[in-house]
């Protein structure tokens, strides 16, 4: 088992980030920058197919797992990441244990799961298939995101699905789904994470969520999640620019 899927399960507090500027080099600060963990975009970003195993490559020069959230439930996009060599996958709106197990029988090789074997960079272009086969089900991160009033409402089935190892929340998504946007449905909002959290790890699993910021993340640890998704390349970026230029402009 890799140890960052160790951790991952092992309910570790990891932080990583999302990857979304189409560039190795963005790939390589953010790698250095001492994460544990950074998840390439392919869902919300301009990163294609083409692109994503030279991210994954730039990380693996610094030794940092990189997850690649896929665009959607298709076998053939999870299997295509997970060739390039990436470390996870983070599958998108999963609102059903059907949903959630089909992520599984795509990540996983029999008897597992249905993945097919391929002469991928993960298996070193076909020269250790048998190596990477040995090792793959018990190395890769599975994480799905819950991110619908109807996920929601299914959590109880979703968690008992084996093969997963987080449940990610995504609080944006979730707050337009059961319609608690803004200031007014921050406490339906906190309501909906924290019983997803409790559900999920009651049932065993680890619980993952993105902050736009660190500010609250002691207190979601505090409730049981241990997997953090902190922002993504593009709004530290930006963010680190405009307060710089705040301070140029203010200095005396």
């Known amino acids: 088992m890799s140890g960052f899927r160790q951790k991952c399960i092992g309910f570790e507090r990891v932080v990583g980030t999302f990857s979304a500027i189409p560039h190795p080099v963005a790939i390589e600060v953010t790698a250095a920058a001492g994460l544990d963990f950074l998840c390439i975009d392919w869902e919300h970003s301009q990163i294609g197919r083409e692109r994503i195993e030279d991210l994954v490559r730039a990380a693996d020069v610094h030794k940092v797992p990189a997850m690649v959230r896929v665009p959607g439930h298709t076998p053939e996009w999870i299997a295509s990441v997970l060739d390039a060599g990436a470390a996870g996958v983070l599958v998108p709106r999963v609102s059903t244990a059907a949903q959630a ?35 793959a089900n018990e190395s890769l991160v599975l994480a799905i ?82 997997f953090f998704m902190l922002a993504s390349d593009t709004m530290f970026l930006g963010a680190s620019l405009a307060a710089g230029a705040a301070v140029a402009r203010a200095a005396q």
Do not use: C, H
């Open 101 to 135: 197990q089909a992520a599984v029988m795509a990540t996983r090789y029999p008897p597992v799961g249905e993945r097919g074997v391929g002469p991928g960079r993960a298996s070193a272009y076909g020269y250790r298939i048998p190596d990477y086969l040995k090792a």
């Open 145 to 226: 995101q819950v991110e619908t009033a109807e996920g929601l409402a299914n959590i109880e089935e979703i968690v008992k699905v084996e093969g997963v190892d987080v449940i990610f929340i995504g609080p944006g998504d979730l707050s337009v789904s059961i319609n608690a946007m803004g200031p007014a449905g921050a406490e339906k909002l906190n309501a909906a994470i924290e019983t997803i959290t409790s559900t999920a790890r009651a049932a065993g699993k680890a619980v993952g969520i993105f902050r736009p910021s660190a500010d609250d993340v002691g207190k979601w640890a505090n409730a049981g999640i241990s």
